[in-house]
């Protein structure tokens, strides 16, 4: 039996598949998905998320030994650089498979992995020039996404409704970029995130994170009943432990509290799985289950303590894993997307904090 299982998996069996199969080596860029048995996929197109969680996936896997993934960094690196990138700044949301853009929004949710992916490339590529490319694309998003009542548009058109979710994968790239690249904005901008979270976004009442919002970023459907997704409280526990540590600040008043709520309201009774969502009174769970709220609870136990629940029994034996599970905990089949690849890399091979 390995020393840690989780790792040994990831790097001995789902990331050598994924290299193999989830990579396009005759036109470049990321499959968007792997179906079980042939290991193909489907899709037409190629999302700016796919291509920007793929880098960060292959610059991680490099940091462990890889052979071989710093070619599928370096190969996504300049398609994020080159056709991804738009001429008014920033980068399209959607590819063709020969990487011309379909849809031309800029999505601040995929503008934040763009952010982590750049500052993780430095694993395998000059630091000066993704530096650079790191600051040029914070300008953009300082410029163009700022949002009047608080916090940043969710894309360009704008859309509704307003969510925390791009504000806390954009919390989590700004404190890699300032990571990868010290005394630069970064950590400046982590805070003014910081502290948005905790004058806007987080609930004290009910020590609760709403998901969605209205545009002067009041929750929605209404402060009594609002939608809250366990998953996002371990994420969010996990990155303000991280930004605390990063700043010297003490640890956030909010982390206990998020993950209080998870364990009591966020939890399969059953299968002890992470649901998919509740109410913020504890009410209407949805109690179907996806693999990434999984990854959340290990990655906050790995950082915080506490129990990390079973990740290891969400994964098979050739490098896929179940992506969802039904009320009743069963599997739900269908091909295997490779975004989750991010989440489970992300858990499973954690760094400690960089100070």
Known sequence: MPADPLRHWLLTRALPLWL??????HAGGFHEHLTPGDYGCSADFRRLRVLTR?????????????AGADAAVAMGIDLLTSRAALPEGGFARRLDLAHAPLDTTRDLYDHAFALLALANATAVLPAAPLRGQALALLDHIEAAFPHPAGGYLESLPPSAPRRQNPHMHLLEALLAAHEAFPDSPFLDRARALVALFETRLFDPACGALPEFFDDALTPLPDRASYTVEPGHHYEWAWLLHRAALLTGA????ATPRLLSFATRHGLHQATGDVIDSVRADGSGAVRAARLWPQTERHKAARLLGGDPGALESWLLADGLWVERRDAAGAPIPGPVPASSLYHLTCAILADPVRG
Not at 20 to 25: C, I, S, T
Not at 250 to 253: A, E, I, L, Q
């Open 20 to 25: 193999a199969h989830g990579v396009d080596h």
């Open 54 to 66: 793929q880098i960060f996936v292959f610059a991680r896997a490099h940091r462990a030994g890889m």
């Open 250 to 253: 003490p640890p956030h008043h």
